[in-house]
């Protein structure tokens, strides 16, 4: 899972198993599973010109897809056009963002084919009781080394750095091009649309102090998992913390008019939603809700929300 938005689908630049160069050391692959919550398709990015690549968020397989079945009932399409992109170079690492299912599952696959080690965000697989069953985590990720925040991987003319980012997963990790100013993203800051943070494992308190990491930071240019490039990245993460802020006040509104319910919140706050992220909807507004509780300005009494 990764964000919401009632904006259209298709059509990307390119179609699902093609390769685009975005800068001479940046490619991306576009695999087959675009949905309300992943927009054209998860986004594999290859790093690397010479010698060797690193392959970030290699996607998902046929049976870990996040939502309905790709074309190809083994799952090897998009594994098949990750190898026939990066062919006559070595695969030196695999990176993953996070363990969502429609980042990590072809990162096995590819290991295998490719003969390379798995870096990257520590594993997590959590039950998902919520109302989103495409929000689940791929349990059969296996990392080879877990990569702390700061911790670097080198391979012949780039240098990838992680940066912890937890808030729309407790494992994110954004990978920083020390050599051009890019930044792979994941799911934490997308252009098409904000991150859907869902507790337990999402958390808005962290997922705000993640965006204030990545405002400090000044990178030159976003790569996100999901959606288009994003050019002026320090304005989108501002926006993005205005919007969440706005949020939060809509919500302590609707406690002030002694609305206690998720759901009517949801129908208040978000006009004319896709019926089908409401689910996702109200999931953002608990991880709300379980900050400002955090907070001290909001609490729970005979299992319903007010202020304090
Ligand atoms: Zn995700």
């Not at 986004?43 to 290699?58: E, F, L, N």
């Not at 102090?209 to 501002?238: C, E, F, I, M, N």
């Not at 509780?293 to 729970?300: N, P």
């Amino acid at each position: 899972m990764v964000g919401m938005s009632d904006k259209k689908t298709w059509p990307d630049t390119i179609h699902a198993g093609e390769c685009e160069q975005h800068e001479p050391l940046v490619r991306r692959v576009l695999a087959p599973n675009p949905s309300p919550y992943t927009f054209t398709g998860t986004q594999t990015w290859i790093v690397g010109a010479g010698a060797d690549v690193a392959v970030i968020d290699p996607g998902p397989t046929g049976s870990g897809m996040s939502i309905g079945d790709p074309p190809d009932a083994n799952g090897r399409g998009h594994v098949d056009a990750i190898l026939r992109a990066v062919e006559g170079q070595r695969v030196a690492a695999i990176l993953c963002t996070h363990t969502h299912r429609d980042h990590s599952p072809a990162a096995a696959p590819l290991s295998k084919a490719a003969g390379a080690p798995i870096v990257g965000c520590a594993p997590l697989a959590l039950l998902d009781d919520g109302p989103r069953a495409d929000s689940a985590f791929d349990p059969d990720y296996a990392p080879d080394r877990v990569l702390a925040d700061g911790e670097r991987i080198a391979g012949d003319g780039w240098t990838l750095e992680a940066v912890a980012t937890p808030g729309h997963t407790s494992n994110h990790l954004c990978f920083a091009l020390v050599e051009t100013g890019a930044l792979f993203t994941g799911d934490h800051v997308m252009a098409w649309s904000t991150s859907v943070v869902s507790p337990p494992d999402g958390d808005m308190s962290a997922y705000m102090a993640s965006l204030s990491k990545l405002y400090d930071r000044g990178d030159r240019v976003y790569y996100p998992a999901h959606g288009p490039a994003v050019t002026k990245p320090r304005q989108l993460v501002r926006g993005m913390l205005g919007h969440r802020k706005q949020r939060e006040r809509q919500i302590l509104r609707e406690l002030e008019k002694g609305t206690a319910e998720i759901p009517i919140m949801v129908s208040h706050m978000y006009k004319g939603l896709d019926p089908r992220l409401t689910g996702a909807a109200g999931r953002s507004v608990l991880a709300h809700l379980i900050d400002l509780k955090a907070r001290g300005l909001v609490r729970v009494r005979n299992e319903a929300w007010e202020l304090t």
